[in-house]
C-alpha cells in the first residue's frame, strides 16, 4: 500500500526527494528506471508516471529538476536497462519458460510478451516501451529469441529516447494545467490503463480467437463422428438386407 502512495502522489513526493537529495535525485530517478526496464523481478515500478511527474515539475518555477539532465539521465536508464535484461535472457535462455516454480520470475506476464513478441518483431522493443510490465519483459523475450543484438541496440536507442523524451514533455507541457495538476493522481492512472489498454485489446482478441478455432475443431470432431455412426449403420443395414 506504500508503494501504491508513492506513485499515486509521485508529484508530492517528488518534490520533496528533490528537495532533499539535490543533485543525487537524478542518480534516483536513473535507478528507478534502470530497474523498471532491466530486472524482471521489478515490473511494479513506476515507469510513464514518473517520466510524466518529472516532466511536470521541471516546469514549476524554481524547480531543483533539471529538464535537459533528467532526460539525459532517464535515457541512459532506459537503454542500459533494457540491455541488461537482454544480456540476462539470453544468458538464461528459453529454459525459463518450462519453469512453474519461479517466486520471482511471473510465467504469465513472460508468455503474454512472448505471443507479442511473435506478432510485432523487433518493434516490439520500441513499442512495449510505452505498454507498463510488456515493457520490463520485452527485451528479455528478444535475449531468450537471440535477437541479433546490433538490431536490438537499435531499436533500443531509438525506444528509449522516444519513450523518454515524449512522456516527460508531455508533463513538461500539461502536467501544471491546473485541472491536471489538482487531478495529478487520476492523471497517472489514467496514464497506466491507456498505456495497458493496447494489450488488453489483443489478449481479447487472442482469447476469442482461441475459442472460435477451440469450437471448431470441436464441430469437426462432433461431425466425424456422426459420419461414422451414420455410415456404420447403412453397413448393419447393409449386412441384414443381404442376410
Known sequence: M??????LHLDRY??????????WTYLLLFIIVFCETGLVVTPFLPGD???FA??????????????????AALCAAAILG???????????GPRVFHREDSVLLNKKHLERTRLFYEKHGGKTIVLARFIPIIRT??????????????????YNITGGIGWVVSVT????????????????A????????????PVGIELWRARRAGKGEKAEKTGEIHHGDTEARREEGERIGSGSGSG
Open 54 to 71: 518529472v516532466g511536470a515539475l521541471a516546469a514549476t518555477d524554481g524547480s531543483p529538476i533539471d529538464l535537459v539532465v533528467a532526460m
Open 169 to 184: 514533455l508531455l508533463g513538461y507541457f500539461f502536467g501544471n494545467i491546473p485541472v491536471i495538476k489538482e487531478n495529478f
Open 137 to 154: 519483459f520485452a527485451p528479455f523475450v528478444a535475449g531468450i529469441g537471440k535477437m541479433a543484438y546490433s538490431r536490438f541496440a537499435l
Open 82 to 92: 533494457d540491455a541488461v535484461n537482454y544480456s540476462i535472457g539470453r544468458r538464461i
Open 186 to 197: 487520476i492523471v497517472l492512472v489514467a496514464i497506466v490503463i491507456i498505456s495497458v489498454l
Open 14 to 23: 517528488l518534490n520533496q526527494w528533490a528537495g532533499q537529495l539535490g543533485g
Open 49 to 51: 508516471s514518473l517520466l
Open 2 to 7: 506504500e508503494l501504491l502512495d508513492y506513485v
